[in-house]
């Protein structure tokens, strides 16, 4: 099956730590996208990336950290730098950058609490 | 002002309704328009894509935008239990650059 994987589904994390969030795809997507969702604050871009070895801030970067190393791979690290990060995150990917980027396919979100 | 703008809901109808979400945004530059639809917790799903003004329906759903007055809307008609969800709106101006701008999402609730 194709799509995209996220692990693990629930987090904890106590303060101080820095914590990998994983997400795998397999539908051979260029870009690759990270999102914080808060109770009532919507979708909002940590970082993206359009292709390997390439990625870009998006609008909440701080505290936060990617690589982009393989085509399939786009890990999230939440630093201790982070000052509220008790949240779900959500991984996405699209074919391509640009209009492309309209038809975004998510995983199935990672739920991070903060101890 | 927000640039994108979503009721929060919730909101709540019985089986069969005809329901209406809505969304307005401040940034005329708009020109890709997109509803996404997000079971409790799920990543979200495209439901509907719509490129500049007029209308698009897909079964049940009808989307619509209206750019004079920076508006767009979704429709659900014959609404089913299985519609109750989170309703994301998004948008994005034309061209090569730029990301999604999603709003805060409406809550749906469709009662048997």
């Known amino acids: 099956d194709g799509g995209i994987t996220q692990s693990p589904k629930y987090l904890f994390r106590k303060e101080g730590q820095n914590v990998t969030l994983s997400c795998e795809q397999n539908?051979?997507?260029?870009?690759m996208y990270w999102y914080r969702q808060d109770p009532g604050q919507g979708l909002r871009l940590i970082y993206y990336?359009?292709?390997?070895?390439?990625?870009q801030k998006g609008d909440i970067a701080e505290g936060y950290s990617v690589s982009r190393e393989k085509k399939e791979s786009f890990p999230l690290t939440v630093t201790s730098a982070q000052k509220n990060p008790t949240a779900f995150y959500l991984c996405?990917?699209?074919?391509?950058?640009?209009?492309?980027?309209?038809?975004?396919?998510f995983g199935p979100g990672t739920r991070l609490t903060v101890l | 002002q927000k640039e994108v703008e979503q009721d929060p809901g919730p909101l709540s109808v019985p089986e069969g309704a005809i329901v209406s979400l809505n969304c307005t945004y401040s940034?005329?530059?708009?020109?890709?328009f997109m509803w996404y639809r997000q079971y409790s917790r799920k990543g979200p799903e495209l439901l509907m894509y719509?490129?500049?003004?007029g209308n698009k329906e897909d079964g049940r759903f009808t989307a619509q935008v209206d750019k004079s007055s920076k508006y767009i809307s979704l429709f659900i008609r014959d609404s089913q239990p299985s519609d109750s969800a989170t309703y994301l709106c998004?948008?994005?101006?034309?061209?090569?650059?730029?990301?999604?701008?999603f709003g805060k999402g409406t809550k749906l609730s469709v009662k048997p």
């Open positions: 996405a990917s699209s074919i391509g950058g640009g209009t492309f980027g309209n038809e975004q396919f």
């Open positions: 719509t490129y500049s003004s």
């Open positions: 940034n005329s530059a708009f020109q890709y």
């Open positions: 990336s359009q292709i390997v070895n390439d990625f």
């Open positions: 998004a948008m994005r101006w034309g061209g090569s650059q730029g990301n999604l701008i």
């Open positions: 539908l051979n997507h260029d870009a």
